[in-house]
């Protein structure tokens, strides 16, 4: 591996305390748990109503009181961004003695008395300004998926490690996932006149990750009595799949190969990449028609494999004790480059990336109407993809003819998507009927200084959408 790609992913600002980020926390608590309880009964609430079976379902929060004791930063580490900002990554852990209780109409009352939560932040400060506060925006994500442990009290007790505890546990994580882990990001904008396109921070590449093999492997222990008869009477050899996650992108799996404890994949997968601390977690199964049985999981970061020589042999545990397996996985990492004719260039195989598209959406400018009735937001359709932004909806003191959307919408693109690119599509939405929109052809993209182009698309009415649409091809990083 050449020095260049090396030295990107060693460098670092040196691990440095946070005495005084601890002391700003701990004198902003007051105002945190009273905002973190405002996002926790309206993120969560509705998500538990559409998630939680049967009588569950009502659950609402009661009593929300996240304690008195605030969350602890340390080992920061400052860089650079690409774009010319700040990236501070600092570690988060948060534990406490809480008071939170949710009821329903069918079902006694269920409280949470103890949370812990540890992960680790990243914090981009964008773009960086001559004009006070210096700093455009700051967005924050989890680098990873942070943990998150919750202590029951009362009812939920008999439920501890069963349906309530499970399912309130990952309906937290699935929102803090969808908008807080890579490449999902907060944006607080410091300066209300900020660039969102020049605060945008773009990925920094792909990762095509190859799960060849896997050693070792033996069949899951069966915990019924009667499964452990039929495994004496039957010899049970795994059939065998891989889950794959890396951040908040969509997981990916294998194909099961059957009756085999030394498994053979030699399949490969592309995941934008965000950020080189980025994990990469690795979970096999057991394929089975009664449910599939864990084997093992093994994980590891994007920046150490490739400082490995981009081949690593994770060692599989269960339940965290090893269990002597071990899962081969292969990696290389492609740069984004704006430069057309590697968008053009084959990928190695059918479906693999050979570019990505990126949308952001600024604004909506010049809208009309009543404004108790807007309820504007921007669609994105691309051949079969499909985005949206958030709709907004008239408070006093916004504007409502112009909003901001401020979000980015990622498209990869294909060999097959190249040779047939068609047009982007802006719409400009009112609830659920489109009252504009504006063409873009892909190849005015390729034509466009820097294969970006950004401007106010007219969309009719008198309307402007405010946005920026890039493309950029992939080249092996050395």
Known sequence: ?????????????????????NDIVEQLW????????????????????????????????????LGHEPLKLSNVDVHKTTNGGIKLDLDVEWKSLCDIELDGSSVPKIGIEKARLRGRLSVLLAPLTNVIPLIGAAQVAFINPPTLSLDFTDAANI????????????????????????????????DSNNDYFKTYQHHLGIIRLTIEKATGISAPKKESRASRLLAKIVKDVPDCYVKVNVGAEAEWRTATQKNNHNPVWNETHDFLVADFEQAIFTDVQDDDLVGDDDIGIGHTTIKEVLLNGGTH???????????????????????????????????????DMCGLATILIASALGLSGQRDELNPSVQITYGDAKFSTVAKTYTPGTDIFNPSFDQSFRIPLTAAMIANPGSFKISLMNKTVESGSADVPFQQILEAPGLVKEENFDVGNGAVVRASISVHGLQLAE
Request: glycine share 8%.
């Open 313 to 351: 042999e994770l060692p599989l545990s269960h339940k965290d004790e090893q269990t002597g397996a071990k899962l081969t996985v292969h990696a290389q990492f492609h740069h984004f480059v704006a430069d057309a004719q590697l968008l053009s260039a084959q990928s190695s195989q059918q479906g």
């Open 159 to 190: 439920a501890d490690s069963f349906l309530i505890k499970k399912t309130v546990q990952n309906t937290i994580l699935g929102i803090i996932s969808g908008m807080l882990v890579l490449p999902n990001r907060i944006l607080v904008k410091l």
């Open 30 to 65: 007051p105002n945190i748990i009273v905002a973190g309880a405002k996002i926790l009964k309206d993120a969560v609430e509705p998500v538990l109503d559409s998630t939680l079976p049967g009588p569950l379902s009502n659950l609402k929060f009661v009593r929300i009181d």
């Open 1 to 21: 591996m050449a020095s260049s790609l090396v030295d990107t992913l060693t460098a670092s600002g040196g691990s440095e305390p946070a005495g005084f980020l």
